[in-house]
């Protein structure tokens, strides 16, 4: 992972990402509603984003440039997979959600393709 950013804006770019997977755009409120922070806190952190050029804002739409896309696609794909894994596990899906926030923001890269190709591996 590259360690441009530090855990919240992380979460802030996998919002991002998530919020147009789901609905096809993200606005601010999205985002605030999304993470439950203020709008004024969001768009504090919105700004610093766009200015470290991990966001673009289009009128109303944020958008994900491909620094920030890369960034929050390799956090997504780390928490889908040990939310899924825990879930099948027997970890009840609210406590392997939370889990799988934390998992996402401290494993390598390195380390996560390598536990991602044992437990592949083992299905």
């Given at each position: 992972?590259?360690?441009?950013?530090?855990?919240?804006?992380?979460d802030?770019?996998?919002?991002i990402l998530?919020?147009?997977?789901?609905?096809?755009?993200?606005?601010?409120?999205?985002?605030?509603?999304?993470?439950?922070?203020?709008?004024?806190?969001?768009?504090?952190?919105?700004?610093?984003?766009?200015?470290?050029?991990f966001?673009?804002?289009?009128?109303?739409r944020?958008?994900?440039?491909d620094?920030g896309?890369?960034?929050?696609?390799?956090?997504y794909e780390?928490?889908?997979?040990?939310k899924?894994?825990?879930?099948r596990?027997?970890?009840?899906?609210?406590?392997?959600?939370?889990?799988?926030?934390?998992?996402?923001?401290?494993?390598?890269d390195d380390?996560?393709?390598?536990?991602?190709?044992?437990?592949?591996?083992?299905n």
């Amino acid at each position: 992972m590259n360690k441009q950013v530090g855990k919240s804006q992380e979460d802030y770019l996998k919002a991002i990402l998530i919020q147009i997977k789901t609905a096809g755009a993200c606005r601010m409120t999205d985002v605030a509603d999304r993470l439950g922070f203020s709008k004024s806190s969001t768009s504090t952190a919105i700004k610093k984003l766009e200015d470290e050029g991990f966001v673009i804002r289009d009128n109303w739409r944020i958008l994900l440039t491909d620094k920030g896309l890369e960034i929050a696609e390799s956090l997504y794909e780390k928490y889908v997979f040990f939310k899924d894994l825990l879930i099948r596990c027997g970890v009840d899906e609210d406590t392997a959600s939370s889990a799988a926030c934390l998992f996402e923001h401290d494993i390598s890269d390195d380390s996560f393709e390598k536990l991602k190709s044992s437990v592949v591996c083992r299905n």
